[in-house]
């Protein structure tokens, strides 16, 4: 059996659909079964849990073999990992898949890769085989800025000239949905990223072909870019470091173009264009 955590998410969704696809039964661990049940699909049985309730996980990992372990934006986040790292090594599990980010690693110039290098440490100490899973940011961030592409025309962020090579989720979930099925998979770190580098004046220009109206990247301060964030209702904390990642892009170290969507996930891999067209009805003039 599979268990996938964080399996109602944005990314977690995705790889649970691309399991279906592939016929491939498994257990989601929900907080909430009520409301996880309406998006679950009828090859997905779920289990309640909690990752910051070390007590909830056993009943979770009984019979599972291999096992997701994606955890939710949070400062609790590395204490969660460590509560299922723990609980994997009680249940002999044979890999753990950790979802984790680009650039991770204990020296990371920026807060999340750090955070998921701490991760990555303790999963690679428990001597668990493992996989990390370390994606770019995704495209479905984009449609954040669906607001202000509707009412103004624009893309915000503090990001200057800088290229990085973001991915389309459904992509990540490809890549996942493999290396949850096959073997061959066990101690490697694959760094998932789109198919180009692209600075955020040709991502509006891609919007803007896409669909049919002028679409202008605006380069804002880091100033105005918290102001907008924490009106937009995200907690301080994050704020800060969603700031620390965006000083890391712009020094240009998160433009690598990797070949796993292709050779892992056995797609080819969606353009930034196609991600538009897929979601366009959510940037159409309001
Ligand atoms: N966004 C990006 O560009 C990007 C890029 C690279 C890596 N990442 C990494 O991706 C991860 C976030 O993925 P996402 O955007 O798919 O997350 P998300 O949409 O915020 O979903 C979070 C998931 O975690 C579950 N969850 C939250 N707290 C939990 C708890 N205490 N116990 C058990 N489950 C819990 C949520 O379940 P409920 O339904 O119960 O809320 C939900 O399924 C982070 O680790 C982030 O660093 C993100």
């Given amino acids: 059996m599979i268990l996938l955590t964080g399996g109602t998410g944005v990314a977690g969704r995705e790889i649970s659909m691309a399991l279906q696809g592939m016929g491939v039964p498994h257990r989601s661990l929900v907080r909430d079964r ?33 096992a997701l372990l994606l955890t939710a934006v949070s400062p609790d986040a590395p204490q969660q990992e460590r509560n299922f790292i723990a609980a994997a090594r009680r249940a002999g599990l044979r890999h753990v898949v950790k979802f984790s980010a680009y650039g991770a690693g204990l020296k990371a110039p920026h807060f999340f890769g750090r955070q998921h290098g701490a991760g990555e440490r303790e999963l690679e100490d428990s001597g668990l085989p493992f996989t990390m899973l370390r994606p770019n940011g995704f495209f479905q961030n984009f449609l954040g ?70 679409i202008h990247f605006v380069d804002v301060t880091e100033d105005a870019a918290r102001e907008w964030m924490l009106a937009a209702g995200l907690p301080a904390w994050q704020v800060e470091k969603i700031l620390d990642l965006y000083r890391y892009y712009r020094t240009g170290a998160a433009a690598e173009v990797t070949y796993h969507v292709e050779c892992v996930g056995r797609k080819a891999p969606t353009t930034f264009e196609h991600f538009v067209r897929d979601h366009a009805a959510s940037f159409a003039v309001a």
């Fill in 145 to 214: 800025s669906a607001g202000s592409i509707q009412a103004r025309n624009a893309i915000h962020a503090p990001a200057g000239a800088m290229k990085f090579s973001p991915v389309d989720v459904r992509d990540i979930a490809a890549v996942a949905a493999h290396v949850l099925t096959e073997d061959g998979h066990q101690w490697q770190r694959y760094t998932i990223t789109g198919p180009e580098a692209l600075s955020h004046d040709e991502i509006a220009e891609r919007f803007s072909r896409v669909l049919g109206r002028p």
């Fill in 34 to 66: 009520v409301k996880a049940a309406g998006s679950a699909g009828a090859l997905v049985e779920l289990v309640e849990g909690d990752l910051s309730r070390p007590e909830s996980l056993g009943a979770a990992l009984d019979g599972v073999e291999k």
